[in-house]
């Protein structure tokens, strides 16, 4: 199927951890995003790559660096968890870093941070 | 920076009846309105979406409506149906601006009763 994936669907650490989400897409997009989610369901953006470079950084702790090895992957690394990073994480892609441009979501990777 | 507001919050209807939701944005030179509909463990997914040069757009049961001059815009639903349970989100975003982003509202979780 084509689509947007995203492992692990849920991750249980403990604070002070290192933890890595992964996304690919198999779309053909040149655009992937990492957003946040959290217990309200107040959906944010993160991150966005065009093509294996960083486009959008919005004022996300140094403590998350996303990395594109390729424009179809878009992986989302956190150190030092904090009880704070609990949230669902979602991995977008889109055709191109341009509006009007729809917005394809995977499925999610809920983090809970002890 | 955008600023999006989402209203009601939560929103419960018989099924067959019509539901609507609102949403302000604060940023006049947003031009993309877009929205998405997330069931309980997927992403969000679109929907429908709006430019700027129009006022309304249809698609069978849904259909958005924009005020530029007021800054809002409108998600109705006509005959509801239970599949229709599911939380929506409005977003605004607008061209020129970095890789695309898209400013969220806080959601709308909208339960259709049979």
């Known amino acids: 199927d084509t689509a947007v994936s995203q492992t692990p669907k849920y991750l249980v650490t403990q604070m002070g951890n290192d933890k890595s989400i992964k996304c690919e897409q198999n779309l053909g997009h040149d655009t992937m995003y990492w957003y946040k989610q959290d217990s309200k369901k107040f959906l944010k953006i993160m991150f966005s790559y065009n093509n294996k470079e960083l486009i959008i950084n919005e004022t996300v702790p140094n403590r998350f660096s996303p990395k594109s090895p390729d424009k179809a992957h878009l992986n989302l690394h956190i150190n030092s968890l904090e009880l704070g990073d609990s949230a669902v994480y979602f991995c977008?892609?889109?055709?191109?870093?341009?509006?009007?441009?729809?917005?394809?979501f995977g499925p999610g990777t809920r983090l809970t941070v002890l | 920076g955008e600023n999006v507001e989402q209203h009601p919050s939560t929103l419960s209807v018989q099924e067959g009846d019509s539901a609507v939701i609102k949403c302000t944005y604060s940023?006049?030179?947003?031009?993309?309105f877009p929205w998405y509909k997330q069931e309980l463990g997927k992403g969000p997914q679109l929907i429908i979406d709006i430019r700027s040069n129009v006022g309304e757009k249809k698609d069978q049961r849904i259909a958005v409506t924009l005020n530029k001059t007021a800054k809002h815009f409108s998600l109705h639903i006509t005959e509801t149906q239970p599949e229709d349970s599911a939380v929506y989100f409005c977003?605004?975003?607008?061209?020129?601006?970095?890789?695309?982003?898209?400013?969220f509202g806080g959601g709308t979780r909208l339960m259709v009763k049979p």
């Open positions: 977008a892609s889109s055709q191109a870093p341009l509006t009007y441009n729809e917005q394809f």
């Open positions: 977003a605004a975003s607008r061209s020129g601006n970095a890789g695309n982003m898209l400013t």
């Open positions: 940023d006049s030179a947003s031009n993309y």
